[in-house]
């Protein structure tokens, strides 16, 4: 088992970080469209910024911004962290915004910006709250797709959310699974994430007429073809994240260009009973309506949205599936960072986890495994943070929209330090009033 987080003696300071932030690589799979962000990150761990937040561990990693768990030097909270991978004008623009947007406006469903600052080290960086749980886009990459009461739930939650938003004049922009997060599942509470590309009433245009911001499958006809957009768009989205969630694919996918194209001409709309004959029509309907092409077909507001769903009934759930609940010999629970798996080969997958028992960890990666195949996992423990590689064995295989590979694996050992930290971690996980422990020790070796 390997430690690279970092001592008191070499731990990296903050002073020559941007530099080592700047080692970006990225490159294109023509296969998938897939933007691979090769980084050397590691020194940032264990850094201080602006002498107050200590990182730790990444959480995430995205096209335009790193997020990180850190700790508060003073009051000891733990806060998610966003980093630019490049400090460039546009960049700096749509994170400021996120700032300004986010400030001040309070919400049970939207993610909580509790600071933001700018170093001369990392530049400007947002301080939000930390959420226990795991995205939309992992859900669906583990179960492929949900009950009807389920999809109704989250369907409320994001319109009470985004009513909320379009009361203030805004318009999220980049509604997807990706930037839903689930923090609890029963019933469904989600926090909107991600407001980098928010139209604001008080915002400048941040990108070229060539270059609209968004991700094509979620975004909505005129949006596309970057016409003049209005709350509509939004419920176009939601209905396609909602679409997903009971279908398992999208109603329009391809490229930019491809989508781009199919919007352009007069298009019918994808029914969800062609894909899901068991879906309920009511709740069909009510879909269907929010992903019309044409503005006026749609749902105009998000109440009208939402009234909508709430008028189905006699939805399908999960409880009425009647499965009988799989036996664990491990507790687990959601646990999302930055893996990279080994191979017998020396090949190097670079993905992400899912969730975390102390028996092994649901994985998600850009390229297909063996089942039975021996791997080697390298990723940061939960609480203490130190980076660790232990020795495992792939014992399923999935598919998942998109082409990514969703996979369990089990560890064949792993030290008695790190299985009392993933215990620590689940158990902190089950109980919302609980906190991690020896957080004076996050970087402390566990080897």
């Known amino acids: 088992m390997e430690y690279h987080g970092g001592t008191e003696s070499n731990r990296p300071t903050a002073h020559g970080i941007r530099k080592v932030v700047d080692e970006i690589i990225i490159q294109r799979t023509k296969k998938n469209r897939i933007w691979r962000l090769h980084v050397n990150r590691m020194p940032l761990i264990g850094s201080t910024i602006d002498h107050r937040y200590q990182l730790y561990r990444e959480l995430a990693v995205g096209g335009m911004a790193t997020i990180y768990e ?39 469903s939207l993610i909580d910006v509790t600071d933001a600052g700018e170093s001369p080290e990392v530049g400007p960086y947002l301080v939000m709250e930390l959420l226990k749980g795991r995205s939309l886009e992992a859900m669906l990459a583990a179960r492929q797709t949900l009950y009807g009461d389920e999809v109704v739930q989250i369907g409320l939650e994001l319109c009470d959310a985004l009513a909320f938003v379009h009361q203030r004049g805004m318009i999220h922009r980049d509604i997807k ?20 590309i928010v139209s604001t009433p008080f915002g400048e245009k941040l990108t070229k007429e060539s270059a ?43 490229t930019y260009n491809s989508i781009f194209v199919h ?19 009511e709740l ?55 893996v990279r798996l080994i191979r017998s080969n020396g090949n190097r997958i670079d993905g992400r986890s899912e969730d975390i028992s102390e028996g092994g960890m649901l994985l998600l990666v850009e390229c297909p ?27 399923w295989v999935r598919t998942s929209r998109g082409g990514k590979t969703v996979l369990g694996c089990s560890f064949n050992e792993i030290s008695g330090d790190l299985r009392r930290d993933i215990s620590r971690y689940v158990e902190w996980m089950s109980d919302p009033n ?12 566990s080897t």
């Open 70 to 108: 850190a700790k508060h030097l003073y009051t000891e909270r733990r806060f998610a962290i966003k980093i630019l991978h490049k400090n460039n004008a546009t960049n700096r623009a749509r994170l400021l915004r996120e700032a300004s947007a986010l400030q001040g406006e309070r919400h049970h």
């Open 177 to 196: 699974p990706g930037n839903i997060f689930l923090i609890d599942e029963k019933p469904y509470k989600i926090k909107l994430i991600d407001f980098g």
């Open 212 to 254: 609209a911001p968004g991700t094509p499958e979620y975004m909505s006809p005129e949006h596309i073809r970057q016409e003049s957009i209005d709350r509509r768009s939004d419920i176009y989205s939601l209905g396609v994240t909602l679409f997903e969630c009971l279908t398992g694919s999208v109603p329009v996918s391809g």
């Open 263 to 281: 919007f352009s001409k007069p298009c019918s709309i994808t029914k969800v009973r062609d894909i899901r004959s068991d879906t309920p029509l």
């Open 284 to 338: 069909a309907t009510v879909i269907e309506r929010a992903i019309a092409p044409v503005l006026d077909d749609r749902f105009q507001d998000m109440r009208e949205f939402s009234n909508a769903l709430r008028e189905i009934t006699n939805l399908p759930s999960r409880r009425e599936a009647h499965t009988t609940p799989q036996r664990r010999v491990f507790r687990r629970a959601p646990y999302g960072t930055p």
């Open 369 to 395: 495994l063996n089942v039975g195949e021996t791997i080697h996992v390298r990723f940061a423990s939960p609480v203490v943070g130190s980076i660790v590689t232990v020795s495992s064995i792939v014992r």
């Open 434 to 445: 609980s906190a991690p422990t020896d957080t004076n020790n996050l970087l402390v070796s």
